[in-house]
């Protein structure tokens, strides 16, 4: 298993990264490779040229400000899971982190990187969706916002340009009120889930008025799903398995090679009540720590 | 046509060296067929077991999936950097064959760089620590329960001093 040939090139600024790019319509950026290198090893990708961004200069940041948490395409995941800055500013994003892969993959991975990898099974795509965040991405003909719901097409295929970089993701804040939930069951810890979720919960006035889920490894591109109804009447058990419900008639678990349809459907249920009862007691919690952090 | 070859200067074990590469070669390729430094083993070669595991300025890293040209300019450490000045066991290693960590001895390089590094992030582990630390390597042959206990007993020999930490020494 070794890569077929590539031409390779470490450029040193954006704007030669862009202009390598604008010529070369059979290029692959190379940032932290934890998923792109795999691809290459099985030969599963076999780009003309690798185009390494890792000596691009400013990109490495992870700033946290009252809007939200922005990530530089070269802050590695384990950057930004050490910032407690961002933390407190996002806790979904650092509950998130943990469960994204191993803490050997976290040092070299960028979280940027996954998200432009655009895998159904990973945790930051469906987190970046969940809070409505976006990508900023740079080509030579310009720059351009996508946002999370533009950019997941379909499986591994987000809607980037091949001409385009990926600068920098940005993650909305925690909202006044509202709280937010993770959780995943994988064969292993730090495998790929067969099943996650991710919660938000905000609350006003004693009441639940928004409450919306993300699922990872349920479907081809990582999807929310709106809960507010189930819970507009209290947090309770059968409004938790009831929200269970609704978000299965929105989706439609597939069998693959490491579960089957109705063991998925049966995580969905479960994980649904789990981490929204977390995000509600998040949302409900003056010490605005997440529950499960 | 011939590959396009890059120079590639790198530390490994605190002696640069300098390599040419095609950009396809692998760090762990590197480190075993540039470098005869056949201590760092390939397992899975896609990311999955950490054999390969090695430190890249001192962060665990796997090579396997990372490029050697994009390692150019980096301080790597493999096992073979891990012992004493004076051909001495570490103490990661002194606590492996005192716990006896290790069968088959596979996935081991894997366990002492990855294992070296998390020490000295955390060197007094809790037992879920030490677990958690290891988690992203596998080993077929032990069950782990001696590689976690190893874990632990590296902790004490680094705290005991009887063993100088790999990076310590001058």
């Known amino acids: 298993m070794k890569p077929a040939p590539f031409a390779y090139r470490r450029p040193t600024t954006l704007e030669e990264a862009l202009a390598v790019l604008a010529e070369s319509p059979d290029a692959k950026v190379l940032a932290g490779g934890q998923s792109l290198v795999p691809l290459l090893s099985m030969r599963l990708a076999a780009p003309a040229l690798l185009v390494d961004i890792n000596r691009l200069p400013d990109l490495d940041h992870v700033t946290a400000t009252a809007d939200g948490v922005r990530v530089g395409a070269l802050a590695r995941h384990a950057d930004v899971l050490a910032s407690a800055e961002a933390r407190a500013c996002q806790p979904l994003v650092a509950l998130a982190l943990g469960n994204v892969a191993h803490a050997t993959i976290r040092n070299r991975g960028t979280t940027v990187g996954s998200l432009v990898h655009a895998d159904a099974a990973a945790e930051m795509p469906v987190v970046l969706r969940l809070l409505g965040g976006s990508v900023d991405v740079a080509s030579a003909s310009g720059r351009r916002t996508i946002a999370a719901d533009d950019l997941f097409l379909g499986p591994l295929e987000s809607s980037l340009r091949p001409d385009e970089i990926a600068l920098e993701a940005f993650f909305p804040a925690l909202a006044p009120g509202a709280g937010v939930g993770f959780e995943e069951v994988a064969r292993r810890h730090g495998d790929y889930a067969m099943c996650g979720v991710a919660g938000l919960v905000r609350v006003a006035g004693g009441r639940v008025v928004e409450a919306r889920a993300g699922y990872l490894s349920v479907s081809d591109v990582p999807t929310v799903v709106d809960l507010t109804d189930s819970l507009a009447d209290g947090v309770t058990d059968a409004s938790l398995a009831a929200a269970g419900e609704a978000a299965l008639a929105d989706l439609d678990p597939q069998e693959d090679i490491h579960a089957a349809a109705d063991y998925r459907a049966m995580l969905v249920r479960h994980l649904t009540g789990r981490v929204l009862r977390a995000a509600h007691a998040h949302a409900t919690d003056e010490r605005g720590e997440p529950d499960h952090a | 046509m011939p590959e396009e070859l890059h120079d590639v200067s790198l530390r490994v074990n605190g002696i640069t060296r300098e390599v040419q590469v095609p950009g396809r070669r692998l760090l762990s390729d590197a480190l075993r067929h540039d470098l005869a430094l056949t201590g ?72 002492l760089t990855t294992i070296t590094a998390g020490l000295r992030e955390n060197p007094c582990p809790t037992h879920d620590e030490a677990r958690d630390m290891i988690a992203g390597n596998l080993c077929r042959c032990t069950g782990y329960q001696n590689i976690v206990r190893a874990v632990e007993r590296a902790s004490e020999l680094i705290a005991e001093g009887d063993v100088v930490g790999e990076g310590e020494r001058a």
């Open chain 2, 40 to 111: 760092t083993h390939v397992g899975c070669e896609h990311g999955v077991c950490g054999a390969c595991t090695v430190l890249v300025d001192g962060r665990p890293v796997r090579s396997c999936l990372m490029l050697a040209v994009s390692a150019d300019g980096t301080e790597v450490t493999t096992v073979e950097g891990l012992g004493e000045p004076d051909g001495g066991l570490g103490p990661v290693q002194q606590a492996f064959s005192e716990c006896h960590g290790l069968q088959c001895g596979f996935c081991t390089p894997g366990f």
